[in-house]
Nanobody, 120 residues
Framework: QLRPAESGGGLVQSGGSLRLSCADP????????FAWFRQAPGKEREEVAC????????RYSDSAKGRFTITKNNAENTVYLQMNSLQPEDSGVYYC?????????????WGKGTLVTVSA
């Protein structure tokens, strides 16, 4: 069973960058579609980005387009979310999730999240 684990969160100033990582040493990321979700305090969890099983297709929320990039490195067994030009509204807990079918399907496996805080 896949058990994704996020890392890379932290405190960053507005306009800065962070790279989040999602890894599962016991799994094989190449077999899954992966998504990053964000949950801000008092708000519902929302999908930020998703990458297909073969890595050929990606999709982003409107707020993430042009600033965030999701990639999958099968050799490192890791999925990344590069976040640039961060704004305070990007703050929240970021979760990594995986589906063994596609981005359009329910995510079956979830990490515990990593906190991102963007100061003004």
């Amino acid at each position: 069973q896949l058990r994704p684990a996020e890392s890379g969160g932290g405190l960053v100033q507005s306009g800065g960058s962070l790279r989040l990582s999602c890894a599962d040493p016991g799994g094989v990321v190449a077999h899954y579609a992966f998504a990053w979700f964000r949950q801000a305090p008092g708000k519902e969890r929302e999908e930020v980005a998703c990458i297909s099983i073969n890595g050929a297709r990606t999709r982003y929320s409107d707020s993430a387009k042009g600033r965030f990039t999701i990639t999958k490195n099968n050799a490192e067994n890791t999925v990344y979310l590069q976040m640039n030009s961060l704004q305070p509204e990007d703050s929240g807990v970021y979760y990594c999730a995986a589906s063994n079918i596609a981005c359009e399907y329910k995510m079956d496996f979830w990490g515990k999240g990593t906190l991102v805080t963007v100061s003004a």
